[in-house]
T-cell receptor, first 111, second 113 residues
Framework: GQNIDQPTEMTATEGAIVQINCTYQ??????LFWYQQHAGEAPTFLSY????GLEEKGRFSSFLSRSKGYSYLLLKELQMKDSASYLC????????????FGDGTTLTVKP | DAGVTQSPTHLIKTRGQQVTLRCSPK?????VSWYQQALGQGPQFIFQ???????QRGNFPDRFSGHQFPNYSSELNVNALLLGDSALYLC????????????FGPGTRLTVT
């Protein structure tokens, strides 16, 4: 079976750094996605990790440890517009469309 | 370049009715996946269409069916609606079944009363 765990909610201050963790147990692994979803809107792609390590993309970085079934999304220099739900999703086979999503972490950025 | 589009935006139906949702993929994309997202949860994979055939299916009953047209657009049909079918239905397109690129449409909010 597939199991993906993320914290339900997090709160952080504008300008700070926040780390959103994701642990997974899946029958197969081909990569891990992070998506951002603002309330009432579609998920938008943030990152895709296949190999272990940290990948940096501007203010956002994503880390993967395949042996530990663990990933995190790091958001730096938080802005109010970063308030959103952050979804972790695992691609368990070569078919990207059949990704398994966690329930998301709702991040609230406060002034 | 238009992204993924979906129609309608919102829909209200009564239990037992049938509904059809529509999706046009991003230009250049030939693969369409459908997801159901209940409030407070992550999207759940329903099925995927490629070359006008259903290629993958998630854990959804046969009341959920779909179709893909030669222009790659797709429909999701749900029969015998239940209250639990109330959700945001997301369509995602990708350039092939193995690409990790996946772009989501804005979704259709279905309310079953």
């Amino acid at each position: 079976g597939q199991n993906i765990d993320q914290p339900t909610e997090m709160t952080a201050t504008e300008g700070a750094i926040v780390q959103i963790n994701c642990t997974y147990q899946t029958s197969g692994f081909n990569g891990l996605f992070w998506y951002q979803q603002h309330a009432g809107e579609a998920p938008t792609f943030l990152s895709y990790n296949v190999l272990d390590g940290l990948e940096e993309k501007g203010r956002f970085s994503s880390f993967l440890s395949r042996s530990k079934g663990y990933s995190y999304l790091l958001l730096k220099e938080l802005q109010m517009k970063d308030s959103a739900s952050y979804l972790c999703a695992v691609r368990s086979n070569t078919n990207a469309g059949k990704s398994t999503f966690g329930d998301g972490t709702t991040l609230t950025v406060k002034p | 370049d238009a992204g993924v589009t979906q129609s309608p935006t919102h829909l209200i139906k009564t239990r037992g009715q049938q509904v059809t949702l529509r999706c046009s993929p991003k230009s250049g994309h030939d693969t369409v996946s459908w997801y159901q997202q209940a409030l407070g949860q992550g999207p759940q994979f329903i099925f995927q269409y490629y070359e006008e055939e259903e290629r993958q299916r998630g854990n959804f009953p046969d009341r959920f069916s779909g179709h893909q047209f030669p222009n790659y657009s797709s429909e999701l049909n749900v029969n015998a609606l239940l209250l639990g079918d109330s959700a945001l239905y997301l369509c995602a397109s990708s350039p092939g079944t193995t690409s990790y690129e996946q772009y989501f449409g804005p979704g259709t909010r279905l309310t079953v009363t």
